[in-house]
């Protein structure tokens, strides 16, 4: 039996969840939400890769990995779509993060600003 990855395991999650009665869908930019909030209970492999990002923001912030948390949300985008200039400051982020689970070539021209 082949073993999936956390990718196939988050984009499998996804697609099951995306339209189930908890979804949470914010900020309609260019004729797509951009923010797809879905329960964490039912994506379980999520947990892995928020830990694995908070460990990793311990070390950046230089403070204990417990003390941190970290939300999610899912961000769908198919070829030609974009997302506007925004920010992540509602005055609890200490850092923002992009997870690819899927990036088909061609794609990707993630631009951050230092506001």
Not at 93 to 111: D, H, K, T
Request: glycine share 4%.
């Amino acid at each position: 039996m082949v073993a999936i990855t956390y990718n196939e395991a988050l984009l499998a999650a996804f697609l099951r969840e995306q339209d189930g009665t908890n979804v949470k869908r914010t900020h309609m930019f260019h004729g797509r939400f951009e923010n797809i909030y879905l329960d964490a209970a039912q994506i379980p492999c999520i947990n892995t890769v928020l830990d694995a990002l908070k460990q990793q923001a311990s070390k950046s912030l230089e403070v204990p990995a417990d003390t941190l948390r970290a939300g999610f949300w899912f961000n769908a985008m198919e070829a030609g779509h974009r997302t506007s200039l925004h920010h992540h400051d509602e005055n609890d982020e200490l850092l923002s993060a992009v997870y690819y689970i899927r990036v088909p070539e061609q794609s990707g021209e993630l631009i951050l600003h230092d506001s």
